[in-house]
């Protein structure tokens, strides 16, 4: 098998791993996988994992490699809240949220961080379609806030909250209230309510 018998399997895929190319292709030599890297004919992302250099200009790919390389996980925190606009900079490491441990990558994609949460509380996305036939999986907006006030211990008093500059006409005309407080009673936890409470009053949406 050669270079483009690959790439015609997997392209369309953005992100591969070699189990994927182990079911194609049960005596694929691995080697392979380095010589082409070192040819600039594929990306790795992580061990396994590998791209095409094609994708690097494509937008948003940064998200969807982080759902890739590392599952279950999805785009949550700075970068959730930053691409719906809520918070206005501009996030340079892609941020998630997953059942598993913490973890950073690094690649020529971007820097990675996935930060760790419990099982029951991996609820709160949705898909995006991303290039037509493949999806990013992102934080509903009020999941995103939850998971900020939730893993960061420092938003627990008014002036740190407004330090986060949310979107004050996000806020009052976006924002899910009913959805926030939802999600919030699922958290089961005193901290996190009151911290959406605080929040809720700062911006006069109680």
């Known amino acids: 098998m050669n270079f483009w018998q690959l790439r015609n399997q997997f392209y369309d895929l953005v992100c591969f791993n070699v189990n994927q190319v182990y079911a194609w292709q049960p005596d694929f030599e691995k080697n392979n996988l380095t010589r082409w890297t070192k040819q600039n004919l594929l990306v790795k992302l992580r061990n396994s994992w590998y791209s095409f250099p094609e994708y690097l200009k494509t937008p948003n790919i940064q998200h969807f490699v982080s759902n890739k390389i590392y599952t279950p996980s999805y785009i949550s925190l700075h970068s959730a809240l930053a691409f719906y606009g809520i918070i206005p900079e501009a996030i340079v490491q892609t941020t998630a949220v997953s059942s ?7 690649n020529v994609f971007g820097s990675f961080s996935y930060q760790q949460i419990l099982p029951e509380l991996m609820f709160g996305y949705e898909q995006k379609v991303f290039l037509n036939k493949q999806s990013l999986i992102f934080a509903t907006p009020e999941k995103a806030i939850l998971d900020l006030l939730y893993l960061y211990p420092q938003y627990n008093n008014e002036q740190e909250i407004r330090e986060l500059r949310f979107d004050e006409e996000f806020m009052q005309e976006d924002l899910d ?15 996190v309510k009151n911290r959406v409470d605080l929040l809720l009053n700062i911006y006069d949406l109680c």
């Not at 598993?100 to 690094?106: T, W």
């Open 100 to 106: 598993l441990k913490k973890a950073n990558f690094e």
């Open 177 to 191: 209230v009913e959805r926030l407080n939802e999600f919030t009673e699922r958290f089961r936890s005193k901290t």
